[in-house]
T-cell receptor
Framework: GENVEQHPSTLSVQEGDSAVIKCTYSDSASNYFPWYKQELGKGPQLIIDIRSNVGEKKDQRIAVTLNKTAKHFSLHITETQPEDSAVYFCAASSIDSWGKLQFGAGTQVVVTP | EAQVTQNPRYLITVTGKKLTVTCSQNMNHEYMSWYRQDPGLGLRQIYYSMNVEVTDKGDVPEGYKVSRKEKRNFPLILESPSPNQTSLYFC????????????FGDGTRLSIL
């Protein structure tokens, strides 16, 4: 089955700097890669996703890149703000296992003013 | 408002006392799923359901049961809870369209003494 590894487990950045979180996956059949943000006391919320036919996707300060050959994808947050502090999860799934998301272990991001 | 609602949000109980965590969604989603979240392990899938009366095991199904008698509801049942089931539980739902994003509830924190 799919295995998703996520690094780093914690990330501390100065406000205004960029943050990068990296994930690798094992199943070459995976074709959908969402990123979720989880704030304290809340469920994960989708912030951006990418499908295997696209190499990069951007939404304001957030971008995701995908390298299918190397089986890794990354989340980039530019101009970080205190409200970006949260736990971020990457995930992967394939069309053969529709809806069966495999999550990474999560990254605690702390943005210091 | 589109949402996934879990109840209860918090529960402290004792070993062996049957409990049910309810999950309801108002988005007419076909797919529903239960996850547990433990520190350092991310979210692990317990059970999922592709539609009414269709359920299947996820990665960590032992000690849990589910049912899907109605499209909007997907209760999680712990017949004989044990301390190792102390965890944060999330219900999620999504459309049957290819790899549509999953919407999560706000979680249920279970403590089994």
């Amino acid at each position: 089955g799919e295995n998703v590894e996520q690094h780093p487990s914690t990330l501390s950045v100065q406000e205004g700097d960029s943050a990068v979180i990296k994930c690798t996956y094992s199943d070459s059949a995976s074709n959908y890669f969402p990123w979720y943000k989880q704030e304290l006391g809340k469920g994960p919320q989708l912030i951006i996703d990418i499908r295997s036919n696209v190499g990069e996707k951007k939404d304001q300060r957030i971008a995701v890149t995908l390298n299918k050959t190397a089986k890794h994808f990354s989340l980039h947050i530019t101009e970080t703000q205190p409200e970006d502090s949260a736990v971020y999860f990457c995930a992967a799934s394939s069309i053969d296992s529709w809806g069966k998301l495999q999550f990474g272990a999560g990254t605690q991001v702390v943005v210091t003013p | 408002e589109a949402q996934v609602t879990q109840n209860p949000r918090y529960l402290i109980t004792v070993t062996g006392k049957k409990l049910t965590v309810t999950c309801s969604q108002n988005m007419n989603h076909e797919y529903m799923s239960w996850y547990r979240q433990d520190p350092g392990l991310g979210l692990r899938q317990i059970y999922y359901s592709m539609n009414v009366e269709v359920t299947d095991k996820g990665d960590v199904p032992e000690g849990y049961k589910v049912s899907r008698k109605e499209k909007r509801n997907f209760p999680l049942i712990l017949e004989s809870p044990s301390p190792n089931q102390t965890s944060l539980y999330f219900c999620a739902s999504s459309s049957a369209d290819d790899n549509q994003p999953q919407h999560f509830g706000d979680g249920t924190r279970l403590s089994i003494l």
